[in-house]
């Protein structure tokens, strides 16, 4: 049987949620992945490493007995957040970012910047002391089809910010158009994007392919085929500031089987496998280690893992549910087959 063998990834966006949530979700990427930039947007959101530092705990206790997974932390940005905030980051060693949504952009982002102009000083500290500024790229301005969100945000948003601080490191999260790519690919080495496993895989006919499908509704939303096909290329070319972030989002069936459904899709459950889709779809699989491994690891200043995981080619169906309290989780792929399983016995903790 065919298998692949990569040094541990580790996953550069996910939400964890939390309370009977986390306990739900927390082992599917304990079991995958070494670390995760753990995303802040509970509510009420993590504002300051206290918070960051309670939460952490909370991740740590919600982990299967004998899991070696690190949860590394982001605080969330707000109009009200402190430069010297940004120095407790700095000094916590678990906080690994900020991260700005545009009031208002997504789920859980109420409490957002309602303009990065009013960040400037924040962002100084954050250049001096190299945090990385973790983006949600999608103008907010309700004039603004949402399909052109991103490319708007890039242009009115992104490219003055990078101007006005120089030396601001900053990952675009996930990245889902040609031009987003772009645009990253376009700037120094200081700016990196992460790609989720449903942009490269989906384009946006998915959602409406024979009814109105809400567990693939996520923002930003599936774009274009071609944007997918530039998402794939980027991904599966080796570039060092492309990498691995699922922006796995799980919403309990009922949260999103509504009249107004949430918008995150689910995919702790198979984050690495549906990513190996999208390389063998390529032909690239021997480049999936680089870009689910090292390049984030690199972009981050953290060491790259140590131990290894091993995916055999052996197609497995995805179940159309996953128990959630009293309700369920919808996983992306949901009654299809993915190619690649995780060899659980195998994988070296
Ligand atoms: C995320 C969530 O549910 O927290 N939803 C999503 O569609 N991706 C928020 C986000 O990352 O935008
Ligand atoms: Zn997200």
């Not at 907010?140 to 009115?156: C, G, I, K, M, N």
């Not at 120094?188 to 384009?203: E, I, M």
């Not at 497995?316 to 009654?335: Q, R, T």
Request: with cysteine; glycine share 8%; aromatic share 8%.
């Amino acid at each position: 049987m065919q298998t692949l063998t990569i040094t541990r990834p580790d996953d550069w966006h996910l939400h964890l949620r939390d309370g009977p949530l986390l306990g739900a979700v927390a082992g599917f990427s304990a079991r995958r992945f070494a670390r995760a930039l753990v995303m802040p947007n509970l509510r009420p959101p993590v504002t300051t490493v206290a918070l960051a530092a309670a939460y952490r705990q909370r991740i740590l206790a919600a982990l299967p007995p004998g899991t070696n997974f690190r949860p590394l932390m982001t605080l969330y940005l707000t109009d009200a957040t402190a430069p010297a905030e940004i120095d407790r980051v700095r000094a916590s060693g678990f906080v690994h970012g900020v991260k700005c949504y545009p009031a208002g952009a997504t789920t859980h982002a109420e409490a957002g910047v309602t303009s990065l102009a009013h960040c400037r000083a924040v962002f100084e500290r954050m250049e001096e002391l190299g945090v990385v500024l973790q983006l949600h790229g999608e103008a907010t301005d309700p004039a603004v089809d949402p399909y052109d969100r991103e490319s708007v945000f890039l242009e009115r948003e992104l490219e003055p910010l990078l101007q006005r601080h120089p030396r601001l490191r900053v990952v675009l999260e996930h990245v889902t158009t040609r031009a987003g790519v772009g645009f990253v690919r376009a700037q120094g080495d200081r700016v990196a994007a992460t790609l989720t496993p449903q942009h490269l895989l989906l384009n946006r006919a998915a959602m409406f392919a024979g009814g109105l499908r809400p567990h693939l509704y996520c923002l930003p939303l599936l774009k274009r085929e071609p944007d997918r096909v530039a998402l794939a290329e980027a991904a599966t070319g080796g570039e060092p500031r492309f990498f691995l972030g699922t922006d796995s989002a799980p919403h309990a069936r009922r949260a999103k089987e509504s009249a107004c459904g949430c918008a995150g899709v689910f995919s702790a459950h198979a984050g690495l496998e549906l990513y190996a889709e999208v390389f063998a779809q390529a032909g690239r699989l021997g480049r999936l280690e680089a870009f689910a491994s090292f390049h984030g690891a690199d972009f981050y200043g953290l060491p790259r893992n140590q131990t290894r995981i091993t995916l055999v080619r052996d197609p497995w169906p995805v179940p159309a549910s996953y128990p959630c309290g009293d309700d369920e989780l919808v996983p992306l792929g949901a009654g299809e087959r993915l190619a690649w399983r995780l060899l659980e016995a195998e994988a070296t903790p």
